[in-house]
């Protein structure tokens, strides 16, 4: 569980977050969502204390992010990067198993679990394993990034506009590969978008943040049916949600 408790953040003279509070279940696809420069990529940061409070407290799992051993802390959270985040001087199975490695995985182990995971995003192990990041397509180099955070079946899994950079049709299969593969392995993900559309699609519940404040927080057909403030109900205007 991810618990913000009466979270502010500033950058010198400028507040980003303004006393936020509200807990993530274990096992939810919660997603964040608003114009850029709302706070949504700042709050993710926070869990993984790459950014931190100043004042307020981030806890997962009944402990405050910075009582942990960063170092541990960020190996057993995935992080998800928009596209161009693969080492580009590792093949795909050297980037899918960086945190493996890390974890001093057996290479058999690495090689195994490689193998079921390119098969599961429909990447073929014989061909993909030993290609360079310069010779996939975009889809195919996030499908990479996307294993290289899963491989260890973190508990917590954060995703940066991980689809952005992608053309419509990889966006999509995307978006559908990555609410199958939570399905699957009930990983808690915690996913930062500005799209309005691809938040309610795949989220579980959306929280939508404007100017460092949250506006509200609930599921999909209670953003886009019940909207909290004239923002929500703004936002979701016009856009056939």
Known sequence: MIEFRNVVKDFG?????????????????FVLVGPSGSGKTTMLKMINALETATQGDVLVNGKRVTDYNLRDLRFDVGYVLQAGSLFPNLTVAENIAVIAKMKKWRPERIKQQTEILLDKVGLSPQEFMNRMPQDLSGGQAQRIGILRALITRPDIILMDEPFSALDPMSRVQLQELVVD???????????????MTEAVKIADRVCIVHDGNIEQIGTPHDVTHHAATDFVAKLFDGQGI
């Open 181 to 195: 593969l939570h399905k699957e392995f009930k990983t808690t993900v915690v996913f930062v978008t500005h799209d």
């Open 13 to 29: 003279d400028h507040r980003v977050l303004n006393s936020a509070n509200f807990t993530i279940r274990d096992g939810e696809f």
